[in-house]
C-alpha cells in the first residue's frame, strides 16, 4: 500500500484526481437528470392517488323546464357569454310546429351545438302517473325517438310537474340515463346517500329561492364538494326569472365561482357522468 502511494508518480496521482472527479460529476450528473425527475415523478402521482376516492369537484347544474322562449332569447345569451352551460327541458309537441312562446327545434339545434343539453319534458307534458302503460312509454320513449329524429342526442328527462311512481320510474330508465324530479329539498343534495333508484329524481332541485338564497346555496355546495341542481322556468327582458329577481346576477356569481376554480358548471349529463365516474359505478 505505502509502496503503491510511494510508487505513484505526481502525473498518476492527478490521473487518479481528475478520474474520481470525472465519476463526481458523473454521479451528479445522474443526481440531477435521473434520480430528482424520477422522484418528482413518483411523489406527483402519490399526490393524486391520495385524493379520496369520491373525490369531485363541487359542480352547478342549470336546468330549465317546459321550453319557454326566453330561455332561447334571455337566458341562453347571458350563460352563453359567460360559458356556462345548462340542461333545457323541451315539451315535443311544444316545439312542433314552432310558436312564438316555445323554443323551436332550429333554435334548440343552436343551443345544443352552444354546449347546451336538450332533454325530453315528455311528449305533450301529461301527469304520467295518471295514464296506461302503452301512453307512459308514448310520453316517455315516444318523446325521445322524435327529438333524436330532429337531430339532438337526448339521455335526460324532466318528469312533468314532477310527477312519477315505480312504473313510470322503469319505464324512463329504459330509455334514459338520468331523470330530473322536483324535490323540494333546498339543500345541495347529498350524493352519498344516492341510490339506483332515486337516480332518477330528487338531485337537489332548487325553485323561488331569493337572491341571497341561491348565493349562499352555491357557497354550501363548494365548501361541502357538492352538486346544485337549479331549475327554473320562465325568463323576461329584464333579467328576471320565475325564481330570481336578478338571472345575469347569478350566471355572474357562478362564472366567478368558476373562474376561481371552486366550481364546475355542467349540464346535467355531464354532471351525471362527472358524478357517476367518481363512483366508479358502472352505467
Ligand atoms: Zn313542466
Known sequence: MLEGVANSSPSALTKRRIHLHTWKVAFLVLVLLVVIPLFIC???DLRQKAFPENHVRAMVTITMDDGTIGQYSYAFP???NRGIPATSFLVANRTEPSSPWYVSVSQAL??????WEIGSHSRTHRDLTALAD???????RGSKILFDSWGFNITSFAYPEGEYNARVLEIVSQSYNIARGV???NQPYDFDYLTFENRYNKLGWVSHESMPGIKAL?????SENKWLILGFHMFYSDGRADEC???PAIADYIQAKVGSGKLKAVNLIQGWDEWARSKKMNI
Do not use: K, P
Open 42 to 44: 413518483f411523489n406527483l
Open 78 to 80: 347571458v350563460l352563453r
Open 110 to 115: 343552436e343551443m345544443q351545438s352552444a354546449g
Open 134 to 140: 302503452q301512453e307512459i312509454w308514448d310520453e316517455v
Open 183 to 185: 324535490s323540494s329539498s
Open 218 to 222: 352555491i357557497d354550501q355546495t363548494i
Open 245 to 247: 329577481e336578478d338571472f
